[in-house]
C-alpha cells in the first residue's frame, strides 16, 4: 500500500521570512499526520531557512529544479549537491513550466533526473499533454514518449523510489482539473508502462500523483482513483489552511 504523497510546489513566491512563517505555523498542523508524506518546494532562497524550519518535523523539503552538472560555468543554475547541502531530500524535475518557458525536453529532464537519483535526491518528475495534443487523442502516446526518454538509464530500483507527478499542461493554473476519468485513465496508463517496461514491483512501489488546480474541493475526489497517489499542488499550497486540508484530504 503506498502511502499518499503530498507537494506544495510555491513557484516564484514567498521571501525567506514569508516560507518560514508557513512552515513553523503549517508543522503544528500537520505533526499528528503520519498516514501522508508531506513536502514543500520553496523557492532556492528560501530552501535552507525552510529545511530549518522544518527540522525533526514530519515535513520534507523539494528543490525546484536542478542542474545534472555538478559544477560550471552555468550562471543562475544550482546542483543536485547544492540543494542537498542546503537540507533538500526531494527534487521537481520536469515541471511544464520549465519545459514550456525554459526549453528543457524530455533529453534534458533525463540529464536532470540521472543526477538527482546519483545525488540521491528523491525526484518528483513532471509529465503530462498540451491541450493540443489531448485534443489531437495524442495523450497517451505522449506519455510513452516522456517515459521511455525521460525515465531512461533507470533500474527498476530507481524507478519504484521515483514519484511521477501526471499534471496535464492544460490544466496548470487554469482552474481546470481532468475529469476523474481523465486522471484515471492517463494514471492506470503510466502504471501499465511501468509494470511493461520495468517490472511489476516497481510499478507497484513508484508513487503517481496528480498535479493541475488541485484545490481543498477536488483533492478527496483525485486521490479516490486507484493509481492517484497523491497531489503535486501548486498555487492552492500557498495557503496553510487551504494545503493543510489539502494534505488531510489525501488520505484514505
Request: net charge negative.
Amino acid at each position: 500500500m503506498r502511502t499518499p504523497f503530498v507537494a506544495a510546489n510555491w513557484k516564484m513566491h514567498k521571501t525567506v521570512h514569508d516560507a518560514v512563517a508557513f512552515v513553523k505555523e503549517f508543522r503544528s498542523l500537520v505533526k499528528d499526520v503520519h498516514d501522508a508524506e508531506i513536502v514543500i518546494a520553496p523557492p532556492f532562497t528560501a530552501v535552507r531557512a525552510v529545511a530549518d524550519a522544518a527540522h525533526a518535523s514530519n515535513v520534507g523539503v523539494a528543490g525546484q529544479n536542478l542542474h545534472w552538472d555538478r559544477e560550471g560555468a552555468f550562471t543562475g543554475e544550482v546542483s543536485a549537491g547544492m540543494l542537498k547541502e542546503a537540507g533538500a531530500e526531494y527534487v521537481i524535475v520536469g515541471h511544464s513550466e520549465r519545459r514550456r518557458l525554459f526549453g528543457d525536453t524530455d533529453e534534458t529532464v533525463n540529464r536532470r533526473l540521472l543526477a538527482a537519483v546519483a545525488a540521491p535526491l528523491t525526484a518528483i518528475v513532471c509529465i503530462g499533454e498540451t491541450l493540443e495534443e489531448r485534443e489531437r487523442s495524442d495523450t497517451l502516446a505522449v506519455l510513452d514518449r516522456q517515459i521511455k526518454v525521460g525515465l531512461d538509464g533507470l533500474s527498476a530500483d530507481q524507478i519504484g523510489a521515483l514519484v511521477i507527478a501526471y499534471e496535464p499542461v492544460w490544466a496548470i493554473g487554469t482552474g481546470r482539473n481532468a475529469t476523474p476519468v481523465e486522471a484515471a485513465e492517463a494514471h492506470a496508463h503510466i502504471r501499465s508502462r511501468l509494470r511493461q517496461w520495468f517490472g511489476g514491483t516497481a510499478a507497484e512501489q513508484c508513487h503517481i500523483i496528480y498535479g493541475g488546480s488541485v484545490k481543498p474541493d477536488n483533492i478527496r475526489e483525485l486521490t479516490s482513483i486507484a493509481d492517484v497517489d497523491g497531489a503535486l499542488v501548486g498555487g492552492a499550497s500557498l495557503d496553510i489552511r487551504s494545503f493543510h486540508q489539502i494534505v488531510l484530504g489525501s488520505r484514505p
